[in-house]
């Protein structure tokens, strides 16, 4: 385990006991004869003091005390899963996905070019499962996406003790945006929450790898752009506790929000890059974030754009998948994909900064957040105003009960 992650877990510990009041006594275990003068049989520990604003900031932004565990299952409809876990101690190694593994083949084998298309991130393939019970996030991609794509996070959070599930949507992951897409949007919805009942079922068959691991009754839902609409309509779903919306707002949302839809009246977390050109922070996010009925909280990271919240800005030697397109000689064939060129660049480009500045900032707040909201920490830690400064990054910090 990390030195930064052992003093995360103390310094966590240490402000969960002064949260909830507690003090610890305790009574020698020697005749008091024995021992040096005193006029008090029990002693009292001295108390603690509540860190900085730097430290709390860099709670969870390390890797949390659990080996990560993935696999991949898959729905009935035929749509495949991939499942980060808590894993049993000693699990080393690594995985990865190669993001030309996801594209039709046509397009793919023109993609010749030496540049990074890879992301490798420290896991273990199918490996045991930690002891214990875990609560769930489901999580949704982006138009253009796939279920792997905000691996640098996912897996994060399993490290912590989560079990994030992603399905693949075929009605706008990268497969099919580029081949033909099959459903629509409702029909993501219905696959997060098939997502949900499939890991449940796990829970219970025998020899899978996640039996008797999975909490069902702690979940909360993420997504990444249209992955946000997808978890507003999900969330909607009783089993679901509350929700997290990256780079996006709520579904059909404008600057007014008299035009918004039904929205879920539960716990929600928006965060947004402040150079978004394809969902803007200040014309969808913050309009969405005033107008759910539940308690809600907003940050918008400056320097962050849209695919700030994925792993794609670190192919293409920063550029995106755009960026291996491009330095296979493909250019002239996205200047007239218009669209589908600007989603895959944004956030990857100047004056974006660069995603490894972003990433710490975006595990740490979605991590802070959700052990607030699975009864971990009795309160956010790291979320207030007061950490907005302590980044690399400027945020706007807003929150309304």
């Not at 898959?74 to 594209?103: C, H, M, Q």
């Not at 420290?122 to 905000?150: C, E, K, N, W």
């Not at 802070?368 to 907005?388: H, I, K």
Request: aromatic share 8%.
């Amino acid at each position: 385990m990390k030195r930064t992650t052992t003093f995360a877990i103390g310094l966590i510990t240490s402000l969960t006991m002064v949260a909830c009041g507690s003090s610890t006594t305790s009574t020698p275990d020697t005749d008091p004869s024995d021992t040096a003068v005193t006029t008090d049989p029990t002693t009292t520990a001295a108390p603690m003091t509540i860190p900085d604003a730097a430290t709390m900031a860099a709670l969870y932004t390390e890797a949390g005390p659990y080996p990560v565990g993935v696999t991949s299952l898959e729905l009935a409809a035929g749509n495949k899963v991939e499942v980060w876990y808590p894993a049993i101690e000693g699990t080393t190694g690594s995985d990865s996905y190669d993001v030309r593994d996801f594209i039709p083949e046509a397009i793919s084998a023109l993609l010749t070019a030496d540049v990074p298309a890879v992301y490798e991130y420290p896991a273990g393939r199918d490996a045991g499962a930690a002891t214990g019970t875990f609560p769930v996030v489901l999580f949704s991609h982006g138009y253009s996406g796939i279920r792997f794509q905000s691996t640098f996070l996912t897996s994060h959070l399993a490290s912590w003790g989560i079990i994030v599930a992603a399905p693949d949507h075929w009605s706008r992951d990268l497969f099919h945006t580029l081949s033909a897409p099959v459903g629509d949007r409702n029909s993501s919805v219905t696959e997060l929450l098939a997502t949900l009942d499939l890991v449940t079922a796990e829970n219970v068959r025998p020899g899978s790898r996640l039996e008797g691991m999975v909490d069902a009754e702690r979940v909360v839902a993420m997504g990444h752009s249209a992955g946000g609409g997808t978890i507003l309509v999900a969330a909607l779903d009783d089993r679901i506790d509350g929700y997290i919306s990256l780079a996006s707002g709520a579904l059909g949302m404008t600057s007014d929000p008299s035009t918004a839809p039904a929205l879920p009246d539960k716990p929600s977390f928006f965060i947004a890059g402040a150079l978004d050109a394809i969902i803007s922070a200040e014309e969808s996010t913050r309009p969405s974030f005033e107008a759910v009925p539940g308690p809600s909280r907003l940050w918008i990271i400056d320097g962050v754009g849209h695919n700030g919240f994925d792993d794609f800005c670190t192919f293409g030697n920063g550029s995106g998948i755009i960026g291996v397109a491009v330095a296979s000689g493909l250019g002239p064939l996205l200047e007239g994909m218009g669209n589908l060129k600007s989603l895959g660049e944004d956030g990857c480009l100047p004056p974006a900064q660069p995603v490894d500045l972003g990433f710490p900032i975006i595990r740490h707040a979605v991590m802070a957040q959700l052990r607030f909201w699975f009864g971990d920490d009795p309160s956010p830690l790291g979320l207030d105003t007061d950490v907005a400064d302590q980044y690399e990054l400027a945020i706007d910090i807003d929150s309304k009960d």
